[in-house]
Structures are given as structure tokens and as C-alpha cells.
């Protein structure tokens, strides 16, 4: 009897893990879904990034003429289009999608 309870008991256990699984697999993962706007701002936020890389340790009047008005440029059009717009979380999730998305060469 004992056996047979047991038994019940891991028959219930692997339907249970097999139907999560399954479970799993088809509900859609919606956490990297980015609005329109958000997936602007990290465009803008990648590129000023990759300018910020080249040049680590120099002030923006030290870099060369062509790569100081890009950052200019994408520092206002961030300024304009991201931080006015868009809510704190959304900022920090971008900034650390740039640095996350840097170190791993995505």
C-alpha cells in the first residue's frame, strides 16, 4: 500500500514539473520589450558610449574636432529626446543595457 502511495505521489511530482516546463516554454518573455522611444534613446546612448570608450581618460575639448561634435550632438539629443521624456527607470535600464551589452561584445 505503502509502494503504491509513493508511487501516486511521484507520478503527481513529474506531472507537476512537466506541465511548468511546458509552461515555460510557452509563455512569451516580455522584459527586454522596449517602446520606440526607448530603443531611440539606446541607439543614442550605444553611440555616445563607443565615443566615450576611445577616449577614457580625455576632457570633451581635448578629442578631436569631429568626435567632440558628435558627442555634443548625441549629449543634447539625449538630453532632449530620453532624460525629459522618459521616466528614471527607464534611464538607469538603458545605461545599464550599454554597459551590460559593452562588456559582453553584443
Not at 33 to 38: A, G, N, T
Not at 67 to 95: G, H, M, T
Request: one cysteine or more; glycine letters at 4%.
Amino acid at each position: 500500500m505503502a509502494s503504491v502511495f509513493l508511487l501516486a505521489i511521484g507520478i503527481g511530482i513529474a506531472a507537476l514539473l512537466m506541465s511548468s516546463t511546458i509552461l515555460h516554454f510557452l509563455t512569451p518573455i516580455t522584459d527586454s520589450v522596449l517602446s520606440p522611444q526607448e530603443k531611440t534613446c539606446q541607439q543614442i546612448a550605444n553611440e555616445g558610449y563607443k565615443i566615450h570608450k576611445i577616449y577614457p581618460d580625455s576632457n570633451p575639448t581635448e578629442l578631436p574636432i569631429d568626435d567632440y561634435q558628435r558627442l555634443i550632438y548625441l549629449d543634447e539629443l539625449w538630453i532632449k529626446e530620453c532624460v525629459s521624456v522618459l521616466p528614471a527607470d527607464s534611464i538607469f535600464n538603458i545605461v545599464n543595457n550599454v554597459e551590460r551589452n559593452y562588456f559582453t561584445g553584443e
